[in-house]
């Protein structure tokens, strides 16, 4: 259990350095200049975004799985390589000066999948309850939350144009892919809904949270989080269905050719978005 803590703590600490490091609040002249330099380093909000988003909760889910049980290297093994991976892939995003969205949705499908592994891992190996872990990331992401808004006055991503707010920005969506995870098993698994009638009641708390911002008004800030967190469960159960055996309700293509046929989808859309540059954020003003 050490050992694996000490994994999960080099990647957090990798962010709260970020955080402690560098300045959250600059002058409004210094504000212009960097923003104009880091602005653009998440993508716009767009169709596109959602349907990468699900697929890579999907690939979190799936790949995990492969190399955990198809690959025979357990839990710890996965853990590490995954999260080494990650690390890798956040100083690379970290270091630059704008989105580059094949850098960007390359720290998504890795974070995707070490948040899938840090729920395993507390269930599997340390026999976790998922309604506690639910509960536990709930807390962490909720004190995330609290930090970041303390601290920069804003949850938008349009308004993240330091360091530290990105560092918010990734540690809140690495405790969302963790949480989304054990919600979606607990509603899955514990409570006995199946993928099936899973991935329908999180595509509907989707859709209501979608209608309330189009035509109820409701800010945007806190139903792009709450889509972002209720897209991993949705995600998830999509990835079992597809991949499960048939007797566990599932279609029976399994974890690798699940794996591939999603990748194979997200790098398409990102060789798309890269060449398109449909999804650079053009504005600060909304969230």
């Known amino acids: 259990m050490s050992e694996w803590i000490g994994l999960l703590g080099a990647v957090g600490l990798l962010l709260v350095g970020i955080v402690v490091y560098y300045p959250g609040r600059v002058s409004r002249g210094a504000q212009a200049g960097f923003a104009r330099g880091v602005l653009s380093k998440v993508p716009e909000v767009t169709v596109y975004f959602w349907i990468i988003k699900v697929l890579c909760t999907t690939v979190g889910e799936t790949f995990a799985d492969f190399l955990n049980v198809d690959l025979g290297l357990g839990l710890t093994v996965t853990t590490y390589v995954m999260g080494a991976a990650l690390a890798v892939a956040l100083v690379a995003q970290f270091r630059l000066d704008r989105y580059v969205p094949g850098v960007y949705w390359l720290a998504v499908v890795l974070i995707s999948i070490v948040g899938t592994l840090i729920t395993d891992n507390l269930t599997d190996n340390f026999g976790v309850p998922l309604w506690i872990s639910t509960i536990v990331f709930g807390a962490a992401l909720a004190i995330t939350f609290s930090a970041w808004y303390t601290s920069e006055g804003t949850l938008s991503i349009h308004t993240i144009f330091t360091r530290k707010r990105e560092a918010f920005y990734w540690l809140a969506i690495l405790f969302t892919f963790a949480l ?31 209608l309330a911002y189009f035509y109820g008004k409701a800010n945007a800030v806190l139903a792009f989080w709450i889509a972002y967190i209720m897209t991993r469960p949705l995600g998830a159960s999509l990835g079992d269905l597809v991949s499960q055996r048939h007797a566990a309700g599932g279609l029976g293509l399994g974890t690798v050719w699940t794996s591939a046929l999603f990748l194979i989808t997200i790098l398409a859309l990102v060789v798309f978005l890269s060449l398109t540059r449909t999804d650079r954020i053009a504005s600060t003003e909304n969230a």
Request: glycine share 22%.
């Open 180 to 210: 989304g995870t054990a919600a979606g098993d607990l509603v899955s698994e514990g409570y006995g809904l199946g993928y099936w009638r899973s991935g329908i009641l999180f595509a509907l708390v989707i859709g209501a949270v979608a």
